[in-house]
């Protein structure tokens, strides 16, 4: 009984960043052990946006669809909290895998860290606002699944036939999907977004 009052006083945050940790960890020293070293950090990273992305949106999609209050002030309700929790332990630990392998990177290490605050900002100190950025993150994790194999397909197609086929069989329905979701859905969800905050409505 003690035990299981531990476990559901731990928070959230901590326990899903060493949930990627230990993904990350395994990716890189077990599942692509055999993988070249130059690879290997990407293909991790990879590993561990696939155990978020399409996780992501379904813990995302559920957490609106159970809100009653759907709006851009709306308060954030804890299951909201929860994915974000879960976000931003995702976007801290790919934050490291860059710091480390990566640190000429600017421009991912930038959209990783302004993406940390707009979350970090959300849950932890206006606690409202969560349906925008929900809507976003399934916006922008709903073609993670198909980018990640055709990351990884392309990482291996110089060495591996398969791999090549893989990724252009993948490539034209890739570009189009991410076209019309990251091209045309989230900016008009962003002007609409946009529009509201212009309008002059305040978080009280």
Known sequence: MET????????NLPIFFFLFLAIYLVGYFVVFRNWSPKIRPEASSCFISLAHGTPAVVLASFALYA??????????TAFQGLVLDYSIAYFLMDL????VFFPSDILFIGHH??????????RYVVFHGS???????????????????????????????????????LSPPFYAFYSVVRGFIGPLFMYKMGVFFLSGPLIM
């Not at 490291?96 to 710091?99: M, Q, R, T």
């Open 4 to 11: 299981l009052t531990l476990v559901h006083s731990l928070p």
């Open 67 to 76: 809100d009653s209050q759907r709006g851009f002030a709306a308060p954030n």
């Open 96 to 99: 490291c895998h860059y710091l």
């Open 113 to 122: 860290l302004a993406t940390l605050f707009v979350f970090v900002t959300c």
């Open 131 to 169: 349906y925008a950025i929900l809507v976003l993150l399934v916006l922008a994790e709903v073609t993670s699944a198909f980018q990640n194999t055709w990351t990884l397909a392309g990482a291996l197609k110089s060495d591996v036939a398969t791999a090549a086929k893989v990724y252009e069989l």
